[in-house]
Nanobody
């Protein structure tokens, strides 16, 4: 049974940092594209950033460039989303997802349960 578990969210002040984790069981993340999506209240889910199985980046949001990065820990079968210089508009529930390639949300077959990120002073 495949399971993705998101964690690491919380309350942070503007300009702060958080690192989200996406841990997998029943699936070797190294072989798949892993993306992070987010959904703010009243908004549609949107992609943030994706790393392909060949470790190529796809930024879905220009606002994430220069602030957010993805990394893999093969030994822990975990993917991380490092978020720096956080802004209030980054507030959302963040979800990781795995798929064959980076693309729109419908190409991702497995999803984490989400972790809340709140950026506020």
């Amino acid at each position: 049974q495949v399971q993705l578990v998101d964690s690491g969210g919380g309350l942070v002040q503007p300009g702060g940092s958080l690192r989200l984790s996406c841990a997998a069981s029943g699936l070797t993340l190294d072989y798949f594209a892993i993306a992070w999506f987010r959904q703010a209240p009243g908004n549609k889910r949107e992609g943030v950033l994706c790393i392909s199985s060949r470790d190529a980046y796809t930024y879905y949001q220009d606002s994430a460039k220069g602030r957010f990065t993805i990394s893999r820990d093969k030994a822990k079968n975990t993917v991380y989303l490092q978020m720096n210089s956080l802004k209030p508009e980054d507030t959302a529930v963040y979800y990781c997802a795995s798929g064959v390639v980076c693309g729109s949300d419908y190409v991702f077959g497995f999803w984490g349960q989400g972790t809340q990120v709140t950026v506020s002073s």
